[in-house]
């Protein structure tokens, strides 16, 4: 479990290095059914900013964690990626196609904790 936190903020610190928005933490460990201990959810302003975070949050996992995603998603059009690393699922979206799919709020029962953006 302790890995699970540690990955949340090394993925923190990746999403904010190429100043991701909005970084919600949801903690799904309590919840029956979820499919993963944490969601960490993001925006860019652009696809070129979706791609820049996804990249970064690897390298980040990857240089501090030495973890790997399991499989990562929506890169050919950058609008919404998804990164699974098994415990960790980070989701960076396009603002629009974040507040359709209003992924916060899908599990009412989990802890959500918003983190503030760095500028």
Same mark, same amino acid.
């Given at each position: 479990m302790e890995t699970s936190t540690?990955?949340?903020?090394?993925?923190?610190?990746?999403? @904010? &290095? =190429?100043?991701?928005?909005?970084?919600?933490?949801?903690?799904?460990?309590?919840?029956?059914?979820?499919?993963?201990h944490y969601f960490v959810i993001c925006q860019g302003n652009s696809p070129a900013q979706v791609e820049a975070i996804a990249d970064s949050v690897g390298e980040f996992a990857r240089k501090e964690m @030495? &973890? =790997?995603?399991t499989a990562v998603v929506g890169l050919e059009n950058a609008q919404w990626v998804a990164m699974d690393y098994t415990d960790v699922m980070v989701h960076i979206f396009l603002p629009d196609v974040r507040e359709y799919y209003d992924l916060e709020h899908l599990w009412e029962d989990a802890e959500v904790t918003q983190i503030p953006d760095l500028d």
């Open positions: 540690q990955l949340v903020e090394t993925i923190k610190k990746g999403i @904010q &290095e =190429k100043k991701g928005s909005n970084i919600v933490v949801a903690d799904l460990q309590g919840i029956d059914g979820a499919i993963c @030495q &973890e =790997k995603p």
